[in-house]
């Protein structure tokens, strides 16, 4: 490593989401690792609070069955916020009045979907665009539009925003065009920083004893949990839901940890899921997996599933269409694993290539490496 850097991450780190955990720790430990003074940047909002633990606390439903699970999925949200606790954060601020933070080498935006406009309730906020940050440089890794398709450009004030980055990688083809198509440059496309890094939990709990498969998700529509529950049936697995009530499921373990599912996803012998981290992991640790999309995580799943040759792990899809030749029952192609260990050092020389120094330029000035690319 060239020379300590003082980095500054701002992400979705406050979600009650597993995947929005582990890719914000992903990400800072990543950098942390040759060394680098990296921390997230811990912006708050009692609005943003509110919301999430409302949708922590009722992730499906308010009727008498949903309420019935309110005190599992109030110890769910504990756990992450124990688990925050050890993140490495700085000093808390306001998330639309960040003022003057601390100094930074850099500031990188990501990973998550954090220029995804339609986000409930983090959509559209400046901050993820830099706008508001003052005397520092910018860059993003792993950034994602999430549900926001290619056909819905970059407001000016937002393409603006961006070309003020000294570099820029993505997590996803679709914001790939978008970004390319609102300031100019196409940026690379890296892997989730849960792909690219190893997650590393800090407690070491149990997993089931006997053979089972990990659903992780919600709202699944009734032709997928039948075509899991009749695979799981024939091949004498049992089925566990990870951090959600699935009725269909044989276990439902609401109140795990960030470090329980690393733990059960890395134990499982296959993982059903519509969720874009459900797919994550299940490729990090290798599993058989199967997935169903929904119009919100349409996208960032498509491109994922392209992205590394998994296509056929999507729900709906010819070979899915019985059990006895489900995706969730064949061990994951080695192709796949081939593509993703390209993919994996493609996105660490990226990492490193938006860590180094900016390059003095003739005069005095610093050339961005964006703009040197257009």
């Not at 407001?155 to 997590?171: C, H, M, T």
């Not at 599912?261 to 059903?272: H, I, K, S, T, Y």
């Not at 860590?355 to 690319?373: H, I, K, Q």
Request: aromatic share 10%; proline share 7%.
């Amino acid at each position: 490593m060239a020379r300590r850097r003082r980095v500054g991450i701002l992400t979705y780190h406050k979600c009650f989401n597993y995947g929005a955990y582990w890719q914000a720790r992903c990400l800072v430990e990543g950098i942390r690792a040759p060394g680098h003074d990296a921390v997230i940047l811990d912006h708050w909002s009692w609005p943003v609070n509110v919301a999430e633990w409302k949708c922590g606390l009722f992730p499906s439903s308010r009727d008498v069955r949903g309420l019935a699970d309110t005190p599992a999925y109030g110890r769910k949200l504990l756990a992450f916020e124990r688990a925050r606790g050890r993140l490495p954060l700085s000093r808390p601020f306001p998330l639309d009045r960040p003022g003057k933070l601390d100094p930074y080498d850099l500031v990188v935006v990501g990973s998550d979907e954090v220029w995804n406009t339609g986000h409930p309730w983090y959509g559209g906020r400046r901050l993820f665009f830099g706008i508001g940050l003052q005397g520092v440089t910018l860059a993003a890794h792993a950034a994602s539009c999430g549900s926001r398709p290619a056909g819905d450009p970059l407001e000016s004030a937002q393409a603006d925003a961006l070309r003020r980055f000294a570099s820029i990688s993505v997590r996803d083809m679709n914001t790939q065009a978008l970004v390319r198509d609102g300031i100019g440059s196409e940026p690379e496309v890296v892997l989730d920083p849960c792909l690219q890094f190893e997650p590393i939990p800090d407690t070491d709990g149990g997993v089931p004893s006997r053979p089972y498969a990990v659903v992780y998700g919600v709202g699944f529509s009734r032709p997928f949990a039948r075509h899991v529950t009749d695979w799981a049936r024939a091949a004498g697995v049992r089925l566990v839901s990870v951090g959600y009530r699935n009725d269909w499921a044989d276990e439902n373990l609401i109140s795990a940890s960030p470090d329980d599912f690393v733990q059960l996803m890395r134990g499982a012998r296959a993982v059903a899921t519509n969720y874009f981290h459900g797919c994550v992991f299940a490729l990090r640790y290798a599993r058989p997996f199967l997935c169903e999309t929904s119009p919100y995580r349409e996208i960032k799943i498509r491109d994922l599933l392209v992205l590394v040759g998994a296509e056929h792990h999507r729900f709906g899809q010819a070979d899915a269409a019985e059990p006895r030749t489900s995706p969730l029952g064949e061990p994951l192609d080695e192709r796949i694993l081939v593509r993703i260990e390209v993919l994996r050092r493609a996105s660490q020389a990226s990492l490193e290539r938006m860590l180094e120094p900016p390059v003095a330029a003739p005069g005095g000035a610093t050339a961005s490496r964006l703009s040197a690319l257009r």
